[in-house]
């Protein structure tokens, strides 16, 4: 579990792309949330929304994280209104550990959406 202080991560690929030491194009940004193409779209949209306070992943989340969870459900909602998926629908997806292939160990909510997607995942 992170510690409430840790907040940015030196070596997070994510935090990195936050503080834009590594260059993305921003879709949608706030106070607490950041929005930029997934780098290996497996949609016509595929967005990663992240908090900027590191988290590992959902399980490491505490209640005390209730307003983070907020930004970044509604922060998704304005990526998909800015992405035109509102109306068709699109998929919220947070993978935790090996068996969801969870490669980045920073949290986000991927975005996904443009055509019809199956169900269930492989
Ligand atoms: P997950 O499997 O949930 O950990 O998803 C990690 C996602 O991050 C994958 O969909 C990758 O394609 C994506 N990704 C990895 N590196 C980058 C990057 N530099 N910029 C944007 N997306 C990335
Ligand atoms: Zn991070």
Redesign the pocket.
């Known amino acids: 579990v992170t510690s409430p202080e840790q907040t940015v991560q030196p070596d997070c ?2 935090c990195r ?1 936050i503080s834009g030491e ?1 260059p ?1 194009s921003p879709v949608y940004e706030t106070e607490s949330v950041y929005a ?7 949609g016509p949209t ?1 967005v ?1 929304v992240v908090p900027k306070v590191h988290r590992r ?1 959902a399980a490491d989340l505490r209640r005390e994280d209730g307003q983070l969870l907020a930004d970044l459900f509604a922060a998704a909602t304005e990526v998909a209104a800015l992405s035109g998926l509102s109306e068709r629908g699109y998929r919220l ?3 935790v550990g090996d068996d ?6 920073h949290l ?1 909510l ?1 975005v996904i959406g443009g055509r019809q997607l199956a169900w269930p995942p492989g």
């Open positions: 690929l994510f792309i590594i993305s930029f193409p997934d780098i290996r779209p497996v595929h990663l992943d997806v947070l993978n969801a292939g969870n490669t980045v160990p986000h991927h």
